[in-house]
């Protein structure tokens, strides 16, 4: 078992006895459950536009070359910067360039979970840079040092009172704990940031490339404010967030917003594709945009898996897996939790790392029910099961498969098998629930169903 | 060899294995093509006429906590502001040049900040008001399009608490797919570098889900329409 | 409208014929009340599901090979179980797909059934004469209904027992958290999922939780007994088959 799979369930085990936070995050999810289901029914017809999402963003991700090639040649004729970064830290160093070319002295930044994929924060404070938050969600749990806890909310697992204490200790400032009066204190101390900031980073929800812009979704304006006052715009995105066409918005804007946070469109939907352009007021003078692969064209190259990439980072199946509500995104433990981050971080950073992520799953199918380009979430997780089973099978559980092959194909066998299981009944009875209890992870928690003394083969013989 | 060109050349390396397309449900028909163009047949309805039309704007207007008015003249849009002026307490406003503020913004007879001229952005962000027009009211949302070329830039329409959009009639368009057409044919190839489609005032819900106004970008919205 | 008497090869799966034959003996009263010939085949014992959920597809194929071998004639194969339908109809295809077995598998698929997508679906069935006086909850194994489209059938079948009162608890179509292997390799996350289940539906007032798959029923009642719950589980077909 890797480290990582040690640590999750160990941090598995306590976020599920913490009945609190998981009260916290039930709440949270059902709220917006019930918002979800009315915003779809709204829709003529959601399950129709699920398979036009699907099919747009195959073509997308299977014309792959011809599409970001326009993108980043449209962006670049109008003056946009366009790089490419095949790892993490070619992505870091590019930015942490950019911005030292620039002077500049401190960066403000709006919600993008490709710069947590990179550490990109850490590469930048570690050359002296201040990297200020501005998304309310992320400026939080920058206060507490954490990681997000979801990718669309950042800080579901905190109570007011806890973000109140935080503000007190972090900021100096905390009137009370009443959501309205904390969110203006963020919203005093960004706008200083906002006004001085020489560099503005942002990711990105969709590239467009008939028209070599890039897409941004968010609700509270920190994004357009990070693309409007600093002087230097940097965009930094993975290179399967493509859209073929403009239009295509229609489709996906109003389905990101229903699937993602149950409101039928985003508070700002905004495209960009330029710096500030001839006879424009304001906006950037320079304007990057940061192309990554980081394993993504691995990915890429396994036909069966490829569909992953379709992936908008809508979180809607966070919201809807059993296993995310009760354990929390932080225990995943890398930067794309829920069905999706189990499915993919495999491919970004190595299977036998992370199998344990696929394992850890009742394979509902809630998750690739809710998709919105329908990503067949639950069958990747038993391609990553038997894949990672082909690469470095278990003796122990290759041994434990053919014996249960040699009684299931032998009747016989079976039948001495639940005689067998009746008789040892009353002595399971005294090691249950102790440390000799061989099925003592089922024990723990739950009772064993009796064995009864006659199964259904022998009722069906007996009638004979 | 540059980094794009490593890059394109594992996609296409990558791409020589074939992913068969999503398989849609039984017995359903195929999709018009592109996929994505028949996207009116599956968004919410929007109703036929521009009655329709404005009703839906209104009400989705409500539903996001902004204000809209619908006016029949400029005097009476003049005296909306006027109005509004009064209420929220302005001090200091800024817009842009445009037909519509040039005829209406003058009756606010308060200092005014012109982002179309060069501008500090502190004294932007110190006005109680940002006075825009837009490319387009979206019924379907309760949208309001508008681009950097011509709203006066990125800044005028998010920095200011309160964002006060004047808009005419024949902008209304019924849905995301007719505005996205109404782009290519306003500006062809020529695409302002910002077009933000702001459906309500600025608002999150990162604290315990519930939801506040005026995060970063405005408190208000108010679009008056004549 | 009955169909005309079929023989209908009924799979009772490895976990319900060793800890829950009430479950099998009762479907075949039903299959036999509507005047089906019932077939069980001595050695058709397992679908092979664990090994393949573990990913160790290669140590499936034998016991899912054997079992294509046993079905091969079948004229309608009813499995009961949602888990282990959605193993055959579903995932047989995906485990042989380029191998020698893989039209044989696609086809014994479409003559397979779980019990109640069989009588409703299949064989135009809802009214079985029976009677359950009691206030139930349905809970929709996760395979059935995602796998195999089951919401309706189970309700419908339901609906017509006499004295019979059904409500729906709020979380009916949230996963139980039995998941197989799962819930002995994560027992912490199975057990918490396993509670929401528990508490939504004593939340129902009902004195029964009915489901369609047994592994479900296993889990919930392990929990019920340790808790002390006064709510009984039971099978689906075990209703249907009182009369």
């Given at each position: 078992m890797s480290s990582y799979a040690t640590k999750f369930s160990r941090d598995a085990r306590r976020v599920t006895s913490d009945r609190r936070l998981r009260q916290t995050i039930r709440t949270a999810l059902h709220n917006y459950e019930i918002a979800r289901d009315r915003h779809q029914t709204a829709f003529r017809d959601w399950q129709t536009a699920r398979q036009a999402a699907a099919e747009t963003k195959w073509e997308a991700i299977n014309l792959l070359p011809q599409h970001l090639a326009e993108f980043a040649d449209k962006l670049a004729v109008r003056g946009t910067k366009v790089h490419w970064a095949s790892t993490a830290k070619q992505a870091s160093d590019i930015i942490v360039g950019i911005v030292q070319a620039r002077g500049a002295r401190s960066i403000i930044k709006s919600k993008a979970m490709t710069a947590e994929e990179i550490h990109l924060n850490g590469a930048l404070e570690n050359v002296g840079y201040e990297v200020v938050e501005s998304d309310l969600g992320e400026f939080i749990v920058q206060l507490r040092h954490e990681a997000p806890f979801?990718?669309?909310?950042?800080?579901?697992?905190?109570?007011r009172g806890e973000i109140k204490d935080l503000f007190q200790s972090?900021?100096?400032?905390?009137?009370?704990?009443d959501p309205e009066a904390l969110t203006m204190v963020a919203r005093r101390v960004l706008r200083k940031k906002y006004l001085t900031a020489d560099v503005g980073i942002t990711g990105a929800n969709f590239a467009i490339a008939e028209t070599g812009m890039i897409s941004i979704t968010e609700n509270e304006g920190n994004a357009r404010l990070t693309a409007a006052l600093p002087k230097t715009m940097v965009t930094l995105l993975g290179?399967?967030?493509?859209?073929?066409?403009?239009?295509d918005l229609a489709l996906f804007l109003p389905m990101l917003a229903t699937a993602g946070?149950?409101?039928?469109?985003?508070?700002y939907n905004t495209l960009y594709g330029g710096?500030?352009?001839?006879?424009?007021?304001?906006?950037?003078e320079e304007f990057h945009v940061v192309l990554l692969d980081n394993h993504r064209t691995e990915l890429l190259a396994d036909p069966q898996q490829r569909?992953?990439?379709?992936?908008?980072?809508?979180g809607a199946c966070l919201n809807v897996c059993p296993i995310f509500r009760n354990i929390?995104?932080?225990?995943?433990?890398?930067?794309y939790s829920g069905p999706i981050g189990s499915v993919i971080t495999p491919h970004l950073r190595g299977l036998q790392d992370w199998k344990h992520l696929s394992a850890?799953?009742?394979?509902?199918g809630a998750c690739t029910e809710a998709c919105p380009v329908k990503i067949n979430l639950h069958h990747h997780l038993l391609h990553n099961r038997r894949n990672a089973v082909k690469l470095k099978p278990s003796a122990r559980e290759q041994f434990g498969y053919d014996m249960f092959t040699s009684v299931m194909n032998h009747p016989f066998v079976w039948w001495l098998g639940k005689k067998t299981g009746w008789l040892l009944q009353p002595l399971h009875n005294i090691v249950?629930?102790?440390?000799?209890?061989?099925v003592r992870a089922w024990t723990k928690t739950r009772d064993l169903p009796p064995v009864p003394r006659h199964s259904f083969k022998d009722w069906w013989r007996k009638r004979k | 060899m540059s980094e794009r060109d490593n890059i394109l050349g594992r996609i296409r390396e990558a791409l020589k294995a074939k992913a068969p397309r999503p398989s849609p449900r039984d017995g359903a028909a195929p999709l018009p093509?592109?996929?994505?163009?028949?996207a009116r047949q599956w968004l919410p309805p929007v109703g036929r006429n521009f009655k329709d039309w404005v009703e839906l704007f209104g009400k989705n207007a409500a539903e996001l906590k902004a204000d809209f008015l619908l006016v029949s003249s400029s005097d009476e849009m003049r005296q909306a502001l006027v109005s509004l002026r009064d209420a929220e307490r302005w001090k200091s406003a800024a817009c842009h040049s445009g037909l519509l503020p040039d005829a209406?913004?003058?009756?606010?007879g308060i200092p005014m900040v012109h982002?179309?001229?060069?501008?500090d952005v502190h004294m932007l962000e110190a006005c109680d008001v940002g006075i825009t027009e837009c490319d387009a009211l979206i019924a379907q949302t309760g949208s309001v399009m508008l681009s950097s070329r011509r709203a006066g830039g990125r800044a005028l329409s998010i920095l200011p608490p309160h964002h006060v959009v004047l808009a005419r009639r024949?902008?209304?368009?019924?849905?995301l797919p007719a505005a996205f057409e109404l782009l290519k044919t306003e500006y062809?190839?020529?695409?302002?570098?910002m077009i933000s489609f702001i459906t309500g005032p600025s608002r999150t819900?990162?604290?315990?889900?519930i939801l506040v106004l005026?995060?970063?970008?405005?408190k208000k919205l108010t679009v008056l329409c004549v | 409208m009955h169909a005309e008497r079929m023989t209908v090869t009924l799979f009772i799966p490895c976990f319900v014929d060793a800890l829950f034959p009430h479950a099998g003996i009762s479907m075949v009263q039903v299959l036999e009340r509507l005047g089906h010939q019932v077939v069980c085949p001595k050695?058709?014992?397992?679908?092979?599901q664990p090994a393949f959920n573990s990913g160790y597809w290669d140590e499936a194929r034998p016991i899912a090979t054997r079992t294509l071998e046993i079905l091969k004639d079948a004229e309608a194969i009813v499995i009961g179980s949602g888990s282990c339908g959605a193993m055959v109809k579903k995932f047989y295809p995906e485990l042989f797909s380029?191998?020698?077995?893989a039209q044989l598998a696609g086809q014994i698929a479409s003559r397979t059934w779980e019990f109640s997508d069989f009588l409703v679906s299949?064989?135009?069935?809802?009214?079985?004469d029976a009677r359950f006086p009691a206030k139930v909850t349905f809970h929709d194994g996760c395979h059935g209904l995602r796998?195999?489209?089951?919401?309706?059938a189970p309700r419908a079948l339901l609906a017509e027992v006499r004295d019979l009162v059904l409500v729906e608890m709020a979380?009916?179509?949230?996963?139980?958290?039995?998941?197989g292997t799962f819930a002995t390799k994560f027992p912490m996350i199975s057990t918490a999922m396993g509670e929401a289940k528990c508490a939504s539906a004593i939340e129902t007032g009902a004195e029964y939780i009915v489901s369609n798959d047994s592994s479900c029923l296993m889990q919930i009642q392990g929990l019920l007994s340790r808790q002390g719950g006064k709510i009984k589980t039971i099978h689906l077909a075990e209703v249907l088959a009182q009369q």
């Open positions: 979801h990718i669309v909310f950042p800080s579901m697992h905190l109570t972090a900021l100096g400032d905390a009137p009370s704990d290179i399967e967030k493509i859209l073929p066409r403009m239009a946070a149950g409101q039928p469109m985003t508070g710096p500030r352009q001839y006879g424009e007021c304001d906006g950037p569909d992953a990439l379709h992936c908008i980072r809508c929390g995104g932080h225990t995943y433990n890398t930067t850890a799953s009742s394979l509902c249950k629930r102790s440390p000799l209890d061989p | 093509q592109p996929p994505a163009g028949g209406i913004c003058p009756v606010l982002t179309d001229k060069h501008y024949d902008q209304l368009v019924a849905d062809g190839d020529n695409l302002p570098s819900g990162d604290i315990e889900r005026g995060a970063h970008g405005p | 050695a058709l014992v397992c679908c092979g380029g191998t020698k077995h299949k064989l135009g069935v809802t009214d079985l796998e195999l489209g089951i919401k309706t979380e009916a179509e949230t996963c139980c958290g039995f998941g």
